[in-house]
């Protein structure tokens, strides 16, 4: 045997060593009931540990490849390519080349253990149920019976809910749009997905804040994307260092969150915004502009954004209800020139045929209702204690070991401890003492911040939850 695994290859040599006579068998250098090396020879053969060699030889056995009989030795299966055909596909290989990368285990561990155990939920960015419309929502389903067309629908979305959107940002964001420069999607996430497959190519190089939400999102890293992060300040990203990042690396797409950023909670300010819409223009850099927060400020000022300001069609603009009305009716939306929604809109007609009908109906009814109005002061009002809840309830426990600065909107609250932790140890300790939150390493920070979330958890709950949080800190500090 010439062949030996790569020992500068990341996959492990036991899977090496599997491939290798997998790939052998199919090629017929291996037949039916040949008799495989023995586990001491084969590791001698390549210079690797007999546990090695197990190891192989059970990835093998798993799939029906070969057979190990005590006393025998390891043979090739006679029954691969016989009349049976149980030959059990290499799951394991198929997990690792998919080209559609997972979420980080991290992010995989906080969603499992919030949705398996009754944990102080400080993590997820999503309302709480007592924030949802449901009165107004039994409300429009039982005096407005649906009478819509069942089958598939325009590409781009039920073009009556497109009407109503654009008056929507026409009235509250100052936006001026008609339904066809507007795409409906699944949420923010899937217009992010669609942009990045549709407009982008591998080894572009794209630019997103420090810290970051979309810096957590695979779908960056699936599409070969050159990352280059823009620190974000008081005041958002300083528009000087996208210009040498540009210089550099020629920059094609700048993703940003303007109002209450996920998950600094900050404000780019006018300045800075309109800074960002020259450079943009000067260099012919389109902008995704993802504004999930805007409407809850909670001064009730919306501040303008980008796409209000944008006079050359430079901003891709994306919104969604998720934040503002309930995440699970999966509506988002995307804002922009008609050609690019078209080839949007094309690139998601091939995923799902268009947008399900019925919670497209439902939001266009509430979105074009009386009821929106009071439904947004009402969620103003109840983040704006839930936030004053956690300031307070950090100040009380943790304040001279913890920094932040306080929004003005959104539902993140971004906080670095003063003194360098093991962030891992912390969330583990933390989940164990029955809180979660979402560690800033995540999100492409410097160690020592975190993210703590008060839109999803309840305002009686999170004193506890913070208290839960303290002693998570100081058991690991000891």
Known sequence: MNWKPDRTNKRPIYKQIADYIEQGISTGLFS??????????????????????????????????????KGSGTIVSTDIWGLEHRRIPNWSRYLER????????????????TQENDLINMASGELSPSLFPNEQFQRILSERPFTGYLGYDDPQGSEELRDTIATH???????????????????????????VQCLLKPGD???????????????????????????????????????????????RMIFLNPD??????????????????????????????????????????????????????????????SKIIASGLRIGWVIGPTKIIQRLADAKQQVDFGHSIFPQWVANQFLGSEYFDPHIHFLRKQLK???????????????????????????????????????????????????????????????????????????????EGIERFSEALIKIEK
């Open 32 to 69: 039916p009931e040949t008799m495989l090396p023995s586990e001491r020879t084969l590791a001698e053969m390549l210079h690797v540990n007999r546990s090695t060699v197990v190891a192989a030889y059970e990835e093998l056995q798993s799939m029906g490849i070969v057979e190990r009989k």
């Open 98 to 113: 998919g080209s559609f990368l997972p979420n980080l285990p991290v992010v995989q561990r906080i969603r499992k253990e």
């Open 169 to 195: 940002v026409k009235e509250y964001k100052n936006i001026n749009t008609d339904s066809s420069s507007i795409l409906i999607t699944s949420g923010a996430q899937q217009a992010l997905h669609l942009i």
């Open 205 to 251: 190089a794209v630019a997103i804040e420090d810290p970051s939400y979309c810096y957590s999102l695979p779908i960056f890293h699936t599409a070969g994307l050159k990352i280059y992060r823009l620190p974000v300040d008081s005041h958002g990203f300083n528009p000087d260092d996208l210009v040498q990042f540009h210089k550099k690396h020629r920059i």
């Open 260 to 321: 209450y950023q996920n998950p600094t909670g900050t404000v780019l300010s006018m300045e800075r915004r309109k800074q960002i819409l020259n450079l943009s223009a000067e260099y012919g850099i389109p902008i995704i502009e993802d504004d999930p927060y805007s409407l809850t400020s909670f001064d009730g000022v919306v501040n303008s954004t980008l796409k209000t300001m944008d006079d050359n069609g430079n901003v891709l603009y994306i919104s969604s209800l």
């Open 385 to 463: 204690l839930r936030r004053d809840q956690i300031v307070s309830s950090l100040k009380q426990l943790l304040d001279d070991k913890i920094s932040f600065s306080i929004p003005n909107g959104g539902i993140h609250l971004w906080c670095k401890l003063n003194e360098p932790v093991d962030e891992q140890k912390l969330l583990e300790e933390s989940i164990r003492k029955g809180i979660a939150f979402v560690p800033g390493g995540i999100l492409g920070s410097e160690k020592g911040c975190q993210r703590f979330t008060y839109g999803r958890v309840e305002t009686s709950s999170i004193h």
